[in-house]
């Protein structure tokens, strides 16, 4: 498939509510999409990028600048057989997981549809179980104002279905949040997301929480660091989860054998793309470990790939992969809604993503767009 064109929109859409982390609040999400031409076929993908460097150090501003300026010029006109091809052709920029992704989910999505595919189907094909039809999913919830507003959210959440809850938390913002959750609702399923807000320093406050069951305790530590989680898991009872510190299936070998994690949450933004997450999925399920998909607020363009990822045999645990209804108003393609009987989202069947993209919409809530052909 000669890669004819590519269409690149820069949009803005505001969040139902602000999305509040250890490293601050979001209340509009700007964010990449892109368009991959080839035999009249239309491959697309979302780059996670934020407004801000908090989660990553990539913006929107650098992924356009390194997508228009670097990835995009190096595969225009080439020849895409199967998307593994990209890692070859993207290694010349280092790092910038979160624009080559963009890509590697459009060549994905594109190459599934050639070949009359799912993208999850697509993804399945080594593996004898193929893939799941529903995912499990679960929400994640920002910090809020106080502890029984977020009492009253989760109660919410789980009204509407939610099998499993994740709460943000900050130096100042644990114990007893985690406690007052845990007592309210003794039997759910309940984790926590740090993004990288403590020290090894802070061992106590998470040995506070040893007695409350919890599902995990997500990135406690620094956001590149694999030593010190590997110090601190033996300390803890909870299970320690890695998500930022995970930058390829590499950082995981390191991580498993260094002893740093139980779990891994798989973002294939984070990681470069489906072709790596995959990778880090094969690795983790020969040693045991069990992985979910991780979420970073994605349209329905973003999250239908997400969901077939999710639908691979190694991904035990529930993803944030909950439905895009939940941040949007007006999203730019299809949404995918819960099945409330046993908090999954149906895996997308038709061919690539499944999705229908609403380019009006799209176009509408573009900062800037640009075509770029060879
Ligand atoms: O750390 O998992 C995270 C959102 C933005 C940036 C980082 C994270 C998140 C989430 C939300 O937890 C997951 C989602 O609902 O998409
Ligand atoms: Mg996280």
Redesign the pocket.
Known sequence: MKIERVDLYHISLMLKRP?V?SFGP?QERQCLILALHSEGLVGWGECVA?NDPG?SYETVQTAWHILSDFLIPAILGRDLQEPEQLGDWLRFVRGHPLAKAALDQAAWDITAQRDGLSFAQKLAQPYAEGARARVKVG??IGIQPTIAETLTLIEQYLEQGYGRI?L?IKPGWDIELAQAARQTFPHVPIML?A?SAYQLADVPIFQAMDNLNLLML??PLGYEDIYDHSQLRPLIRTPLCL??SIHSADHARYALALGACDII?I?PSRVGGWTEARRIHDLCREQGVPVWV?????TGVGRAAQLALASLPGFTLPG???ATD??YAEDIATRFTLNQEDSTITVPTGRGLGIEVDVDRLTAVSLRRQTFTK
């Open positions: 999305f982390t979001q934020t989660y929400v994640s994740k943000k997301d993004n997500e990135q998500d930022e949450n973002k991780g979420g970073m607020l994605e944030d992969i909950s939940r941040y």
